[in-house]
């Protein structure tokens, strides 16, 4: 069993991190940092813990201010960050339009993990997300294999979840993958994507799976539009979970997440959507898929966008 997981930022997806950690008994103890005043990190874990006997689990939740709540984590996830919300006119801004804001925040959070937790694998998930994570690894200096983001798990899960609807066939029969930055460049890769092991064009139109990609691409947007406030909230905080517990039960479960490339897929130094086991020591390796010629091109234009918002990183101190 996991010791403590600490979660920063405990809003919208901080809060269902910690009552899913609870309902799962994930761990021994979560610690949540959130710097809302009066003491909103102290209230949501109250909250959550007033229901252990109604969960029936002894998870211990404990909120804070300030970073000490998080010592000793095994496992950080990060969602300190503002969310994308729609404006009085409707539009919203793109996940990049969030970094300067973000990236204060993040040299915030990267300060209080180096303090209180510099063994623990950190999970990303505030936006924009390849910078962020960027960020992140450029202030810890952890290995690779122990920081990632958490995207390739959310977007592939929309992907499944709209092809499944198209062909009417349970969201179980569905294998499918998106690769590259957690904007609107990523690729959901055809070529990979089955329906109980079968091409996924035996059982749906090219034309409607076009529409199915484009839609993939667009997900957050959608749902931030018909919010009207904020963004996806459930999606991405079980999607981190997913993660977490192919680690912590060194599953060596193949998994797309944000991962430092060191070469891999023609990549030098980003975090880049793709496949990995994840397993007990975090990253244990990244997985090559074969891509076909406007798979590779739609990859190389997505990592190009990630690029520019990593340099915009490098160019704040
Ligand atoms: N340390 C800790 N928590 C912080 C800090 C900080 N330095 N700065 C902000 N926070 C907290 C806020 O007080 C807020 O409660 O982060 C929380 C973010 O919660 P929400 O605004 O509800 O946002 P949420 O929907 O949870 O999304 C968080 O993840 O998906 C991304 O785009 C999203 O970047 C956003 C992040």
Do not use: W
């Not at 909250?47 to 252990?52: F, G, I, L, M, N």
Request: aromatic content about 6%; charged content about 25%.
């Amino acid at each position: 069993m996991i010791n403590k997981i600490g979660i920063i930022g405990g809003g919208n997806i901080g809060g269902v991190l910690v009552s899913e950690i609870v309902s799962r008994r994930l761990a021994r103890n979560v610690g949540l940092v959130d710097v809302k005043e009066p003491e909103f990190a102290k209230g949501k874990c109250l909250d959550v813990a007033e229901a252990t006997p109604v969960f029936a689990s002894d998870v211990n939740c404990e909120g804070s201010k300030t970073y000490e709540v998080i010592e000793g984590a095994d496992f950080v996830i990060n969602t300190a960050g503002v969310p994308r919300t729609m404006r009085p006119d409707g539009t919203f801004p793109s996940r990049d339009e969030l970094l300067a804001i973000n990236l204060k925040i993040t040299d915030f959070v990267a300060a209080g993990i180096k303090k209180y937790a510099p063994n623990a694998i950190v999970i990303s998930i505030a936006n924009p997300l390849d910078a962020i994570v960027y960020r992140l690894f450029k202030k810890l200096k952890f290995k690779p294999s122990r920081i990632m983001g958490m995207a390739g798990v959310l977007d592939s899960a929309r992907y499944k979840y709209f092809v499944a609807r198209e062909a009417n066939v349970s969201v179980e029969n569905v294998e499918a993958v998106v690769l590259g930055g957690h904007g609107d460049t990523m690729v959901p890769i055809r070529s990979a994507c089955r329906i109980y092991g079968l091409p996924v064009e035996q059982f749906i139109s090219k034309a409607k799976l076009d529409a199915i990609e484009k839609r993939t691409r667009g997900a957050g947007g959608e749902v931030v539009s018909l919010l009207g406030s904020g963004s996806a909230f459930v999606s991405p905080a079980v999607s981190a979970l997913e993660m977490v517990e192919a680690i912590a039960f060194d599953k060596r479960k193949i998994t797309p997440v944000a991962a430092y490339l060191d070469g891999e897929y023609g990549v030098k130094g980003l975090f880049v959507g793709v496949p990995v086991i994840l397993g007990k020591n975090g990253i244990e390796e990244i997985i090559k898929i074969k891509l076909t010629p406007e798979e590779k091109k739609a990859l190389a234009g997505s990592v190009a966008a990630v690029k520019k918002t990593s340099d915009e990183v490098d160019k704040t101190k």
